[in-house]
Structure formats: C-alpha cells, structure tokens
C-alpha cells in the first residue's frame, strides 16, 4: 500500500496596530477562503463528512443572504438625520442638508 504524506497546518496571527480596531467579523469572502483552506488541506484519509459539508454551505448561503438583505436596507434608507432648527425637523437627505418636511413631495 502506497504512503501517503503526512499534512500539516500552519495558522498566521496578526493584530491590528495600537489604535485601531480590529475586525472580529467574518465577511462571505473570508468564509469562502476558510471554506476552500479547508477543502484543500482536509486529511484524505479523514475527509470532511457529507453532513459538515452540508452544513458549511447552509451557513455560507445564509452568510449570502444577509449580505444581500442588509445592502438591500441601505438602498431604502432616504432621510439620513433630522435637525431641529427653530422647533421645527429639517431633513439631511442625499447628503443634501436643511431640506423642509412639507416640501417632500415624494420618496423614489
């Protein structure tokens, strides 16, 4: 029976210079590189199950679709602040400040 080589992982750790936070969330891209590091470097003798492998890409097409909702609820967002100025609300829409509320006479 031919041998078969022994694999090995090596695991890189940085941190993010004083005084900037680090990122603790894991983005699609990031996943997908996980996802095929792991692909490539699994044991052939103990490979990944059919159950973890399932599981891996449900999380990956849930990772997906929060992605896409949460780009969807930046697109709906139109008034960005609202000041009050001599009691009355004045909207900052579009980066465009001072925009009176009656004067809105629709939302596209």
Known sequence: MPSVPATTSTTTSTSAPAGTAASTLLGKDEFLKLLVGQLKNQDPLNP???TDFIGQMAQ????EQTTNMATANERLVVVQRVDWLDG???LSVGGAAGIEPDSVTAVQ
Do not use: G, K, V, Y
């Open 88 to 90: 009355r609300p004045s």
């Open 48 to 50: 990944t199950t059919d």
């Open 60 to 63: 990956f097409a849930q990772l």
